[in-house]
C-alpha cells in the first residue's frame, strides 16, 4: 500500500509510483498516434466526412456505465479483503487476550498465532516460501505446515491444539476454551473469505467485453473528432484514453489485493501488528502474574 497525505494534492499530482500511468501511456501514445494519423490522412490525403456522433455517444455512455461498475466491484473486493484482515487482527487479540487472562503462559501461543498470519500471507500470494516460520514453530509443526495443501488450516489445527492440551491440564475451563476456540473459528472464517476473493476473479466474459468494447470506441473516436476539431483531436483523444484506460486499469490495479504491487494490502504491517500486540499481551500478563 501506498502511503499518502491527502491534502497533499500537488504531490499526489505529480506522483508516478502506486498510479496506473505506467500501465496506460503505451495506449495513451497508441491511440494518440493513432488520431495524428487520421488528422494527415483527413488533412493531405482523402477528406473524411464529418460523422453523426450520436452513436458514438450512446457507446461511450454504456461503455463508462461498465467502467464504473467494474470499478466499484473491485474496490468492493478490496475493501472486503481489508474488513477480514481487520477481523484477523482482532480474533488473534483476542484469543491471546482470553487465555492470558487466565494466568496461562501463552508465549507459545503467540507464536502460533504470528505463524498462522504469516502463513495465511503466503498462501493468498500463492507463495510456498514459509521460512519466516521457521523460528516460531517446531520442526515437526513446519514439516506439516510445509507438506499440507491449505498450510493456514494445519496452523490452525495446532492453534486448536494448544486450547484443548490447556484444557486437559485443566489450566481453563470448558467456558473459556469455547471462546478461545471461537477466536480460532473467526481466523479460519475470515481465511475462507479472503481464499474467495483470491480464487474468484471477475468473469472473463465481463472483463473480456469491457476491454473489446473500450477498444472499439477509443479505435473509432478518431474518426468522429479530427473532422470536428482538427488537430486538437490529437490531445482530445490521449487525454479521453488516459482516463477510460487509467480508470479501467485502477479495478484491475485492485482486483485482488493480497499481492506485492504498491496498492495491495499491507499485509506484512498487518502481520507485525498481531505479532506485536499479542506480544505486549503475553509479556502484560507475565507481568501481573510476577506482581501477584
Not at 283 to 290: A, F, H, I
Request: glycine residues 8%; hydrophobic residues 45%; proline residues 5%.
Amino acid at each position: 500500500m501506498v502511503p499518502y497525505n491527502p491534502k497533499q494534492w500537488d504531490r499526489i499530482l505529480f506522483s508516478v509510483h502506486g498510479t496506473v500511468l505506467p500501465r496506460t501511456l503505451k495506449r495513451v501514445v497508441f491511440y494518440g498516434g493513432l488520431t495524428a494519423a487520421v488528422w494527415a490522412w483527413n488533412v493531405y490525403g482523402m477528406h473524411l466526412p464529418a460523422i453523426d456522433p450520436l452513436g458514438h455517444s450512446l457507446l461511450g455512455v454504456a461503455l463508462g456505465l461498465l467502467i464504473v461498475f467494474r470499478t466499484n466491484t473491485s474496490y468492493d473486493r478490496y475493501w472486503e479483503g481489508r474488513k477480514l484482515w481487520g477481523q484477523m487482527v482482532t480474533a488473534a487479540r483476542n484469543l491471546v487476550r482470553g487465555a492470558a487472562s487466565a494466568g496461562v503462559d501463552v508465549a507459545e501461543l503467540v507464536r502460533l498465532a504470528a505463524a498462522y498470519t504469516v502463513t495465511l500471507k503466503q498462501h493468498l500470494r500463492g507463495n510456498r516460501d514459509f521460512s519466516e516460520i521457521q523460528s516460531l514453530v517446531s520442526e515437526s509443526t513446519y514439516a506439516h505446515v510445509t507438506a499440507g495443501s491449505n498450510p493456514p488450516s494445519v496452523m490452525a489445527f495446532y492453534l486448536s491444539a494448544w486450547i484443548q492440551e490447556r484444557l486437559t491440564r485443566k489450566e481453563i475451563d470448558t467456558a473459556l476454551s469455547r471462546g478461545l476456540e471461537g477466536c480460532v473459528c473467526t481466523m479460519v472464517e475470515n481465511e475462507g473469505g479472503c481464499e474467495r476473493i483470491g480464487k474468484t476473479p471477475i468473469p472473463f466474459a465481463y472483463a473480456a467485453h469491457l476491454k473489446q468494447m473500450l477498444t472499439v470506441y477509443l479505435l473509432t473516436l478518431p474518426f468522429v473528432l479530427v473532422p470536428k476539431m482538427d488537430v486538437i483531436a490529437i490531445l482530445v483523444v490521449a487525454g479521453i484514453t488516459f482516463g477510460l484506460v487509467g480508470i479501467e486499469e485502477a479495478g484491475v490495479e485492485i482486483e485482488n489485493p493480497f499481492g506485492t504491487s504498491p496498492n495491495d494490502l499491507p499485509l506484512e504491517e498487518l502481520c507485525d501488528t498481531i505479532t506485536r500486540d499479542t506480544g505486549e499481551l503475553a509479556r502484560l500478563s507475565e507481568r501481573v502474574s510476577k506482581a501477584a
